[in-house]
């Protein structure tokens, strides 16, 4: 747990689930959703291009006024169109930040962060201009011009920005989309914190599938503006009805925590929830006892009946398959195994699924070749 000062006391009281419901039709596409998101943590907007997620990001933010509407927020209805309640974006208490920073360029940084706090009277400032900097670790720009940040920085600038507008429902539209690699791998641990520290409900969109992995809790997926699966991010991931567990890059997301570090090879052992099964992967040293998120891509994960010998395989470890399903027409096979608490989605051939004979119950080996670190708690 981090040593850091919440926003937010640990014992407020749980904010009530964000209900919404926005039917928007546009020249050849019609956004058509029904949510009921957590009051807290972050809901994923997930989806290829054209799926509609900003469309309903900008109407969670008034910025469209769909013909039929209903949004409620910590309680409160902001719109509800068979009553003609619709309340003007800059009467909700939003925070937005965009793909771009939009950072008023004749401002300094710390000008830039009093603009957002000036927003609220100050009976109504949550979150105090210090802790926002120290959030998103920008003290050491307040006196820098826009100009000279980097892209990183910028966007966090523009995070802490829309903190400072105390808001009930923090909105991001891929932030992370103009940023190269490097400067995005700078930004996310910020993200992670405001995950870890905030009580504010964040809605994130993107179209990547690290981001949503790392960050998110809850997970919508959209396609053509219509809602495709909505629930817990770990378990809506691998659900047999959705399109991309049948993707090249299918993967499940488990959690668990550091139960060793062996320096001499540089590999962090991971003990997944709810067992003693732990994995390993190289890392750098992470402290015993640290929450930790990682993915298994279904590619990489083979099965025996029996505990592999002599294998450069690091990851070996009982399961018990949970269900199995095969699609006409193609060479593979999801099989779902349940390690723990935990569920791991294997891919293998038709032809390796015959022959092991592989039923649901059954108790198994699973081979994981790779596993990749998504985020410390």
């Known amino acids: 747990m981090s040593s850091h000062t919440r926003l937010d006391m640990p014992d407020a009281p749980a904010l009530a689930p964000i209900e919404a419901r926005f039917k928007l039709a546009h020249s050849g596409f019609t956004l058509n959703v029904d949510l009921q998101l957590p009051g807290k943590g972050v809901s994923g907007l997930f989806g290829h291009s054209g799926s509609g997620k900003t469309s309903c990001l900008r109407c969670f933010a008034g910025l469209e006024k769909p013909e039929e509407g209903y949004l409620k927020v910590n309680g409160e209805v902001w719109q509800d169109s068979h009553n003609g309640i619709f ?17 008023f360029p004749h401002l300094s940084v710390l000008d830039n962060l009093q603009y957002g706090l000036k927003r609220i009277t100050r009976s109504l400032r949550r979150v105090p ?30 995070i802490a920005r829309a903190l400072l507008c105390s808001p009930e429902l923090l909105l991001m539209d891929e932030p992370l989309a103009a940023l190269d690699p490097k400067r995005k ?12 520290e905030l009580q504010i409900p964040i809605i ?26 909505t ?22 997301v488990v959690d ?82 349940v390690v723990g608490d935990e569920q791991i989605v294997a891919r ?18 699973l081979q994981i070749k790779s596993v990749s670190l998504l985020s410390t708690g």
């Not at 974006?89 to 920073?101: D, L, M, N, S, T």
């Not at 900097?133 to 940040?149: A, C, F, S, T, W």
């Open 231 to 252: 629930g817990p991010l770990k378990q809506t991931l691998i659900r047999d009805d959705l399109p991309f567990i049948f993707e090249a890059d299918a993967e499940a």
């Open 87 to 103: 309340i003007a974006p800059h009467k909700r208490a939003i925070g937005y930040v965009f793909q771009e920073a939009n950072l």
């Open 185 to 196: 791998s700078e930004v996310l641990p910020y993200l992670e914190r405001l995950h870890a």
């Open 129 to 158: 201009l210090p802790q926002a900097v120290e959030l998103l670790g920008i003290d050491h720009l307040l006196q820098r011009m826009p100009d000279k940040l980097s892209g990183g920085e910028r966007q966090r600038v523009a």
């Open 348 to 365: 293998i051939t038709r032809y390796s699924f015959d022959t092991l004979k592989l039923l649901p119950q059954q108790q198994v080996w």
């Open 256 to 337: 668990g925590h550091v139960s060793d570090y062996d320096d001499e090879y540089k590999l962090l052992s991971i003990r997944l929830s709810g067992c003693d099964s732990a994995l390993k992967l190289p890392h750098s040293v992470l402290g015993v006892g640290q929450p930790v998120r990682v993915k298994i891509k279904a590619r990489d994960v083979s099965i025996n009946l029996h505990k592999a010998h002599d294998s450069s395989i690091l990851n070996l470890i009982p399961a018990q398959i949970v269900s199995t399903i095969a699609v006409a027409d193609q060479a593979q096979v999801l099989v779902h195994a």
């Open 204 to 229: 994130y969109v993107s179209h990547s599938a690290d981001e949503i992995g790392r960050l998110a809790d809850h997970l919508v997926v959209l396609e053509e503006g219509q809602v495709q699966a």
